[in-house]
C-alpha cells in the first residue's frame, strides 16, 4: 500500500527539551488510527512533525517522508491533508459565516480576505463539504455565535476543503477532537467522522479520551514520555491491562456498539 506519512528514528526538541524521542511511525493511504497517550507525552508534537510545522533533529538515520515526499510547500500540502486542531477558530474566522469559513480552506486563510478570488469550483465543492459535515443550517451562521460542537463541524469541513478540487482528502488529522464539546455535540461528532471514515478519508486522531476511538478505527499507537511505546491493533491495546500501564492507574474498561469507554 502507498504510505501517506513515513516517520524513521525522529526526534523534535522544543526549546532546550527533546520532546520527541527516535519515534518511527508508518501510516498507509486509507488506514483508520488513533494516537493516545497522556496530556504532554508529545502527542501534539507527533501532529505538528506529520505536517511539517515543525522539524525533527538531523541525526543519521532520521527520515520524515509524507506522501512519498521528503520535501513539501505547506500550502500544497495542506491540500492533501486536513488538519483540525484542539483551539478555537481565531478572531476573524469567528466574524465570518459558515459556508465562508469552510471556502477559507482553499486559501488557509483566516477569512475570506477582498484579495482571494473564490472560483464556481470552489463553492461546488464547499456545497459538498457541506452535506458531507451536516452544517446546512450553519451556512449563513456566524462562526462566532455557533456552540463548540457547531464550530468543530465547520472546522472539519474547512479542513476537508483543503483537498484538491479534482481529487479527496488524502487524510484527516484531528487533536482532541472532542474537547469543550458536550455529550449530544461529542455524538454528533464521532457519527460524522465515521460516514467519513467509511468514505475512505484516512482518520487519525489524537486524543487522551478513550470514548473518541471510532469503531473503524483498528489500529492504535500509544504514546508516553515522548515515545511510542506500542502499535497494534485494538484488540491487543485496549485491554485494561495496557491503559492501566500507559496512563499509571488502575482502568476499567467497557465495550458497546464498537465503542470503549474507560474510568
Known amino acids: 500500500m502507498e504510505a501517506i506519512?513515513?516517520?524513521e528514528h525522529v526526534s523534535v526538541a522544543r526549546g532546550e527539551s527533546v520532546v520527541l524521542h527516535d519515534v518511527s511511525l508508518r501510516i498507509e493511504a486509507g488506514e483508520h488510527l488513533a494516537i493516545l497517550g497522556p496530556?504532554?507525552?508529545g502527542k501534539s508534537t507527533l501532529l505538528k512533525t506529520m505536517t511539517c510545522e515543525i522539524y525533527p533533529l538531523v541525526k543519521p538515520g532520521m527520515s520524515v517522508r509524507i506522501l512519498g515526499r521528503s520535501r513539501w510547500d505547506l500550502t500544497e500540502l495542506k491540500r492533501r491533508m486536513g488538519v483540525v486542531s484542539a483551539e478555537l477558530p481565531g478572531r476573524q474566522t469567528l466574524r465570518t459565516t459558515g459556508f465562508d469559513a469552510i471556502l477559507t480552506g482553499f486559501f488557509s486563510s483566516s477569512t475570506i480576505w477582498p484579495n482571494l478570488h473564490v472560483?464556481?469550483?470552489?463553492r461546488e465543492r464547499a456545497e459538498e463539504i457541506v452535506g458531507l459535515v451536516g452544517a446546512a443550517g450553519l451556512r449563513e451562521k456566524m462562526v462566532g455565535?455557533?456552540?463548540a460542537g457547531e464550530q468543530r463541524r465547520v472546522m472539519i469541513g474547512r479542513a476537508l476543503a483543503g483537498a484538491s478540487l479534482d481529487g479527496e482528502v488524502q487524510m484527516l488529522l484531528l487533536d482532541e477532537p472532542s474537547n469543550a464539546l458536550d455529550l449530544a455535540a461529542q455524538r454528533d461528532l464521532r457519527e460524522m467522522l465515521r460516514g467519513l471514515a467509511q468514505r475512505g478519508v484516512a482518520i487519525v486522531l489524537i486524543t487522551h479520551h478513550i470514548a473518541d476511538i471510532l469503531p473503524e478505527i483498528?489500529?492504535?499507537v500509544m504514546m508516553r514520555e515522548g515515545r511510542i511505546v506500542a502499535d497494534g491493533s485494538k484488540e491487543e491495546l485496549l485491554t485494561e491491562a495496557r491503559l492501566g500501564e500507559l496512563f499509571g492507574g488502575e482502568i476499567h474498561l467497557m465495550e458497546r456498539g464498537g465503542y470503549f469507554n474507560a474510568w
Do not use: P, Y
Not at 472560483?119 to 470552489?122: G, L, P, V
Open 119 to 122: 472560483t464556481e469550483a470552489m
Open 39 to 41: 496530556n504532554g507525552c
Open 218 to 220: 483498528d489500529r492504535i
Open 5 to 7: 506519512v513515513e516517520l
Open 145 to 147: 455565535e455557533m456552540s
